[in-house]
Nanobody, 124 residues
Framework: QVQLVESGGGVVQAGGSLRLSCAAS????????MTWFRQAPGQEREFVAA????????VYADSVKGRFAISRDYAKNTVYLQMNSLKPEDTAVYYC?????????????????WGQGTQVTVSS
């Protein structure tokens, strides 16, 4: 069993930066995939970025490539999402998720563990 707690959301002007954190409690195995999703009002939850816990292989959605960076800290059992050059269309609730099959999955249905979400609002 893994519990995920996100933090770091807030309100920022367009062009600004935020860093989200996802703290995981419980044992994280090498095959875990840690992923960030986001959901804007009235829209489906969408994939943002994923990282393999063991090898640190990263995958990004095209909409955030070059602006966002996902990373993990073994010692802190924490995954980060550094968000730069933020745009109003990045406004959403951001969720951390984890799954155990070792293959990055862009579908929310592929994830077993979820955090409660953190709000990110980008003003124009």
């Amino acid at each position: 069993q893994v519990q995920l707690v996100e933090s770091g959301g807030g309100v920022v002007q367009a062009g600004g930066s935020l860093r989200l954190s996802c703290a995981a409690s419980g044992r994280i195995f090498a095959t875990y995939i840690m992923t960030w999703f986001r959901q804007a009002p009235g829209q489906e939850r969408e994939f943002v970025a994923a990282i393999t816990w063991n090898a640190g292989i990263v995958v990004y959605a095209d909409s955030v490539k070059g602006r966002f960076a996902i990373s993990r800290d073994y010692a802190k059992n924490t995954v980060y999402l550094q968000m730069n050059s933020l745009k109003p269309e990045d406004t959403a609730v951001y969720y951390c998720a984890a799954q155990t099959n070792g293959v990055p999955d862009r579908r929310p249905s592929g994830y077993v563990y979820w955090g409660q979400g953190t709000q990110v609002t980008v003003s124009s």
